[in-house]
């Protein structure tokens, strides 16, 4: 989506900046495969953005992340501990269309199949940035008593695909039929606790891609023992105005009420299929939000964003924002 509409694919989105020369921006693109020190790999591909940008030792205004789905969490922890700051992230998580595995990222360097792009943006302008889930808690709440890698086997000791099964069915009285999954886990993802404000709990969020025959259930997030999980749920209504209201609510940062100039906004892939139609709603509501100014949005599979509180984090079925502005 930009502010000219909703664009199905096959489709092309260009972002062009215009900036002062006091500013910079610069990418870096590593392919990984497995055995290798992601870790490593990811602070390689900070350093070739930093020489990129020629702002070596420099701190960046905002990073954005584009990564091949698989290990998100490490990338992004690993970008806080270099920086030694919680710097603002905004990305998105590679997608097909069939997930097949059939992505890949890509910069000025060239395309991965598997691996993570990144560009460090240091601005002339002020920015502020939105991440939210949109959805809201159940009664149904549990503990991830096994869990490996990005797979959750057990929750409250019985296998995770009985028990997700059972929370949908009490709640909705839906039946997942496994067939169509993807359907069902947009409508009831779980939800991990972020963080509060004001007391109040805000989730980020996780979905199944599939559920095997032993009782797992292997996410598009990295599943951790002993965390508490909670079946979420939001209705059209919601998907439709999350996203406007998560860039007004990323507006009310901009204090001096400086002219609004463009943004970036990751939206889900699984949220805009099960919208159908109604993206064309989202759009027209975004151009209002946007007043009309310039913004480009990807569907992904993954999405990553800087929350309320300060953390960066990744999550499926969210939506995330940079908004830039003039300068005050």
């Known amino acids: 989506m930009t502010e000219k509409g909703y664009h199905a694919g096959p489709v092309i989105a260009a972002m062009g900046i215009y900036d002062s020369n006091q500013s910079a921006y610069g990418t870096g693109l590593i392919a990984l495969d497995e ?8 602070r390689k591909a900070i350093q070739q953005a930093l020489r990129s940008a020629g702002r070596i030792g420099e701190v960046p205004s905002l990073i954005v992340l584009h990564a091949t789905p698989g ?16 710097i603002p992230i905004i990305g998105g998580s590679a997608a097909d269309n069939y997930i097949q595995k059939q992505w890949s990222s890509m910069t000025e360097q060239g395309w991965i199949q598997r691996g993570i ?32 890698g990005r797979f959750i ?23 997942i039929s496994e067939h169509y999954l993807f359907h069902h886990v947009t409508r009831f993802p779980l939800g991990r606790v972020a963080g509060h404000i004001h007391q109040q709990p805000y989730y980020k969020l996780s979905h199944p891609v599939r559920m095997t025959r032993s009782g797992s259930m292997e996410m598009f997030t990295a599943a951790v023992e002993g965390e508490t999980v909670t079946l979420m749920t939001g209705s059209r209504e919601q998907l439709i105005n999350r ?12 204090y001096h009420e400086s002219q609004l100039l463009g943004s970036i906004i990751i ?4 949220s805009m299929l099960r919208l159908g139609e109604d993206i064309l709603e989202v759009q027209r509501q975004l151009k209002s939000q946007m007043n009309n100014q310039p913004f480009i949005c990807p569907f992904t599979f993954g999405e990553q964003g800087r929350f309320i509180g300060g953390e960066n984090a990744h999550g499926n079925l969210m939506i995330s ?5 003039e300068s005050e």
Do not use: M
Not at 35 to 42: I, L, N, V, Y
Not at 321 to 325: H, I, K, R, T
């Open 35 to 42: 055995g290798q020190d992601f870790r490593k790999s990811t």
């Open 153 to 175: 086997h057990e929750i409250d000791g019985e296998p995770a695909k009985q028990i997700y099964k059972e929370w949908i069915s009490d709640h909705s009285s839906v039946q």
């Open 267 to 270: 939206y889900c892939a699984g």
């Open 71 to 86: 290990h998100e969490e490490l990338f992004i922890d690993e970008i806080d501990d270099t920086f030694g700051t919680q």
């Open 243 to 254: 996203a406007s209201r998560v860039v007004k609510e990323a507006n009310t940062q901009n």
């Open 321 to 325: 924002s940079v908004l830039f502005y």
């Open 117 to 148: 792009a990144i560009e460090l943006f240091f601005p002339s302008k002020p920015l502020t940035t939105g991440f939210s889930a949109g959805y809201s808690p159940t009664e149904f709440v549990g503990t991830v008593t096994k869990a490996s």
